[in-house]
C-alpha cells in the first residue's frame, strides 16, 4: 500500500548535505478510492445491483398500477350501464 520515495534535500551549507537523503512515504491510492470503492470493479457491481432493485420496484409498482386501472375501468363500465339503464327508464316515463 505505501512504498518508499527517495527525495535529494539540498541544503546549502556544505557539499556532503547534498547527499543526504530523505525517506518519505506515500500512498499509491489517489482520489477518494478507499473504503468505499466509488470507482473499479465494486463500484461497478454495487451500482448494477441498484439498478436491478430500482428496476424490480417499478415493476412492482406497474403492476399495481396496472391493476387499479383494470378495476377502475370494470367500475366505470359498471356505472355506465347503470346510467344507460336509468335513461333507458326516464325516457320511458316521458
Known sequence: MFSKSVQRVSVPTSRM????LAKRFTSYQTGSEGA???SGSFGQKEKA???QYA???DA???KLLREAL???EKDTAALKKDLEALEKK???TK
Do not use: C, F, P, V
Request: no cysteine.
Open 49 to 51: 445491483i441498484e439498478n
Open 90 to 92: 326516464h325516457s320511458e
Open 17 to 20: 548535505a547534498n547527499l543526504r
Open 36 to 38: 468505499t470503492a466509488a
Open 60 to 62: 412492482e409498482k406497474l
Open 55 to 57: 428496476r424490480a420496484q
Open 70 to 72: 383494470h378495476k377502475q
